[in-house]
Structures are given as C-alpha cells and as structure tokens.
C-alpha cells in the first residue's frame, strides 16, 4: 500500500493549470524526490497533499485517507523551505508549544532537539539562532508523533554541508523505520544520491519519474571517458582517438552512447600504455534535469 497516491491530479486557477493529470505514489519507506523549475507546480501539489486546497479534479489519497482529513492530518508532517518562530521564546520552548499542540509529552522535546542537533542551545532564544538552527527547529517539529508521510519544501535551505549530511543521516533512518519521504529540492547533487526515485515537473505535467538509472535511459545523454595522457603520450593518444575532443588542460574527452560503453571500454584498455589515468563521467542528474524537463518548451495554457 502506498502512503500517498495522485492519480491525474489537476488543478486548475480559472484558465491556468497549476497541474495538469500528475500521477504517481510514494511508498512507505521510499525518499522520493520533487523536481522542477519556478513555477513547475511543486509548492501546488504539496498544498493538495497537505489538504490546504483542493484538487480541480483527479483522486489522492494521503495515508489511505482524503488530503486534510483528521487520519492524514495526524500521521503528515510538513517542513517549509523557511520556518518562522517566535524569537523570544527558547527551541524547548517552542518544541513543546508544538507538543502540546499534538497531545504529546513536553518531556519529548529535549530528545527531539538532540536528533537535529540543537541540545547544545535548546535553551537559548531563537532570535539568537542562525538560519540552519531555525531550520532545525522546523525539523524536529516535524518529528513529532513519529510520522508515517514528511512533505518538506527544500529542506536543507540554509544548512552547512555538515548539517546537510546530517539531515539527509537522519532521513535515512527514518524511511529506514518506513516513513514515506516526499521532498522539493534544487539542490540537485544533494538528491541523486540520497533519494530513490525522483519525479520531474515542467509546466504543470509530469515530465518523467524514475531512479537515476531509469532516468539515464529516458535522457539518452552520452558517458564521457576523461583520459589523461601519460608523459609523451599525448599525440599517439590524440591518434589513437580521433573521436574525442581535447581540452585546454590536454585531457580527451571521449563521449559515447550509454550502450556503447563496453565498446569504448575495450578501447581504453587497449591503450593503457599510452595512459596515465581515466575517468568514466556519467550523466549527472542536472544533466538529465535540463534534457528531460524542457525548461524553455512552452506549453500553452498550462503553467504554475
């Protein structure tokens, strides 16, 4: 069963479609990314999923239940890409204000502001803490209750790159534990490798949705093998592959379809001698982003 379901999801604001017959599911357990340009429709479908508007047309179902309803309210957290607090009060403060909210123990948010980080200043003023500690005390917010769906709108705005691997640690154990993970990311490095399976909008439409590799099929975007040449080497290389292009630093770059990698394989074995190292570069999913999305197709009528 998936913990959340969109079947031609449409939703129109008088002539514009925001979405435009978007499906697809998250599973329980699964870390699915939402990608797509300003504009693509991200934040629309988030709000349906959140119950905040309503859908135009198509079905949804949040955790088995209708978007808003008490049941997917109570097992749904949400991260927004900036989280307000009030700065006078301290992160306890405001974690068990969020408590008491759910009907949990106030004892909890000591524990909640140590799995992100912040038991160190759970009680200094907020207005003291930087834009990655805000962000923080958004996250453990959304910890509580141990929810079974996370919805979060680029939610490592604002951290440093050790906060940043920390986060994505601690999402991992937690679609680990089966929570069903939902996130709008432009940081597209950051997703390839921490997600498994991302979903591209463009104008509104699903585009496509897949795992890296599926995703480097639908693309069709060549593999570059960067090859160094070793001391006086570089012309019998440059003979060797004609078909590769130099670069100022006098590396060739062989590019080659992704079937023909075996092929090209073969070949740089077979001039080892002439070599002083090689690396294979893949598609990188902002590679596949800008080939597949289409960013500067215009759709008619439909935007977001």
Do not use: C
Request: no cysteine; hydrophobic share 50%.
């Amino acid at each position: 069963m998936s913990s959340l379901t969109l079947s031609r999801l449409t939703r129109r604001f008088g002539a514009v479609s925001a979405l435009e017959n978007v499906s697809f599911t998250v599973a329980p357990g699964e870390r699915v990314a939402l990608l797509g340009h300003n504009g693509a429709g991200k934040s629309t479908l988030m709000k349906i999923v959140l119950g905040l508007i309503p859908a135009t047309s198509g079905e949804i179902r949040v955790l088995d239940a209708a978007p808003g309803s008490a049941a997917a309210r109570a097992g749904t957290a949400y991260l927004p890409e900036n989280v307000a607090f009030h700065p006078a009060l301290t992160g306890r403060e405001q974690i068990r204000a969020y408590l008491a909210l759910r009907g949990a123990p106030a004892r909890q948010a000591g524990d909640l502001l140590a799995r992100v980080g912040l038991a160190d200043a759970a009680d200094r003023r907020i207005g003291t803490y930087s834009k990655g500690m805000r962000q923080r005390v958004g996250l453990a917010q959304a910890l509580i209750g141990q929810p079974r769906l996370l919805v979060m709108d680029e939610p490592t705005s604002g951290l440093d790159p050790v906060s940043r691997r920390e986060f994505y640690a601690l999402l991992d154990d937690l679609a680990a534990a089966g929570a069903a993970i939902l996130l709008s990311s432009h940081a597209l490095t950051e997703v390839e490798a921490r997600t498994d399976r991302m979903v591209i909008l463009s104008h509104g439409q699903l585009v496509a949705q897949g795992t890296m590799a599926e995703l480097r099929d639908r693309a069709a975007l060549p593999v570059v093998f960067a090859l160094v040449p070793g001391a006086g080497q570089a012309g019998a290389l440059a003979a060797a592959f004609p078909d590769a292009a130099a670069s100022p630093d006098g590396t060739l770059r062989l590019s080659v379809p992704q079937d023909g990698k075996i092929a090209a394989l073969s070949r740089v074995a077979a001039a080892q001698a002439m070599l002083a190292d090689v690396d294979i570069i893949p598609p990188s999913l902002e590679d596949i982003y800008s080939r597949i999305s289409r960013r500067d197709v215009d759709v008619p009528g439909v935007a977001a």
